[in-house]
């Protein structure tokens, strides 16, 4: 899948009015947590989007650009096209590293541009966090779970993946198959209760 390259482009594309209700793939944006080059968690989202055949996975891989949070300022256009991206996806992933016992700060920042705003609200989320083994990153991931539902979104899942740094291409292709599956597996089910509660009230 192709990533984003420019806020205007993303933001038409996934916010622009339609005129008649079409079928489209579920989008999902996909946050690399680490401003890394290398890192485990971005490559682990971006192999997620090129095994993706069904779902739209756009990867935001930008922490870096964003200015640090205050919240008597808009923010500038990287903050404007954060904010469309989360609104205009059916659902966010996120993939962070742990540091230190919690998530990155550049990650925090850029979870705090959209304190107010209100794009997370009501917004289905699955975090991970690629490790070299399963046991570790449950700080960083908590740390996000809390931020996040502070903001109103719905954690579906939240779950480690082993992946060693300087791991092979294979591998990550294989493990990211398996997280892939692991979060549509929760946006499915979540989607097919959020139908069944609605069922009633369309009669």
Known sequence: MAWFNSAA????????????RVERAMRVLAIAGSVARNSSNSRLLHAMAAASDSVDVQVWQALDRLPYFRPDAEGDSEVTWLRQAVSGADAVCIATPEYAGGMPGALKNALDWLVGSGELYGKRIVVMSAAPSEQRGGNARRWVREVVQMQGAEVLDSFTVALPPGASDPLVGAVAETALARSLGALVVTGEAHLAQAAPHAK
Do not use: L, T
Request: charged share 35%; glycine share 0%; net charge neutral.
């Open 9 to 20: 482009s993303a933001c038409r594309e996934w916010n622009s009015p339609r005129a008649e």
